[in-house]
T-cell receptor, first 112, second 115 residues
């Protein structure tokens, strides 16, 4: 069965550094999402992406965050200058056009 | 804005028994989806069951079923014949039927299965 993959599985970075989290969506999916889950808390929506542009973003998704699909396959989330509070699990999800979002295994980001 | 509330932070059940997890939501939309996701210790998000709001019939998937009360905006999950592998965090989630279809999650319920 096709699956969403994410790399790296765990990223440790120092405060103020830039990080790029990568996702490879399922090939025929059209909608892409990033979600965040701080340890012990609920999963929160960050941004949705369709037709090469952001379709919706949350208040969490400020100027420090950006997304792109640089090569037609990867879907990336960049955090320009990480803060301690950015430490979380980041999930990529993709949607073909129906209802089911397929989640990747997540990237655990630790900011020290 | 849509909100999802899970009022039970933790639940426990004896193996082979039945347990019900509660969820309420708030929306002004008439057409939407509701979901239950399971998150085991690996933290992978696994879709358990979904319900379309326009369908009156409650969804079922093997041992998992829902009680969808649209007027009350309630969406509970019933797990029958609980198994040790059912132990996980369970998240209730909502999405609109069109548009960006972002998922709005509840706070989660940690389910423990007692052998």
């Amino acid at each position: 069965e096709p699956e969403v993959t994410q790399t790296p599985s765990h990223q440790v970075t120092q405060m103020g550094q830039e990080v790029i989290l990568r996702c490879v969506p399922i090939s025929n999916h059209l909608y892409f999402y990033w979600y965040r889950q701080i340890l012990g808390q609920k999963v929160e929506f960050l941004v949705s992406f369709y037709n090469n542009e952001i379709s919706e973003k949350s208040e969490i998704f400020d100027d420090q965050f950006s997304v792109e699909r640089p090569d037609g396959s990867n879907f990336t989330l960049k955090i320009r200058s990480t803060k301690l509070e950015d430490s979380a699990m980041y999930f990529c999800a993709t949607l073909a056009g129906g209802y089911e979002q397929y989640f990747g295994p997540g990237t655990r980001l630790t900011v020290t | 804005a849509q909100t999802v509330t899970q009022s039970q932070p933790e639940m426990s059940v004896q193996e082979a028994e039945t347990v019900t997890l509660s969820c309420t939501y708030d929306t002004s939309e008439s057409d939407y989806y509701l979901f239950w996701y399971k998150q085991p210790p690996s933290r992978q998000m696994i879709l358990v069951i979904r319900q379309e709001a326009y369908k009156q019939q409650n969804a079922t998937e093997n041992r998992f079923s829902v009680n969808f009360q649209k007027a009350a905006k309630s969406f509970s999950l019933k797990i029958s014949d609980s198994q040790l592998g059912d132990a996980a965090m369970y998240f209730c989630a909502y999405s609109t039927r069109g548009g960006a279809q972002k998922l709005v999650f509840g706070q989660g319920t940690r389910l423990t299965i007692n052998p």
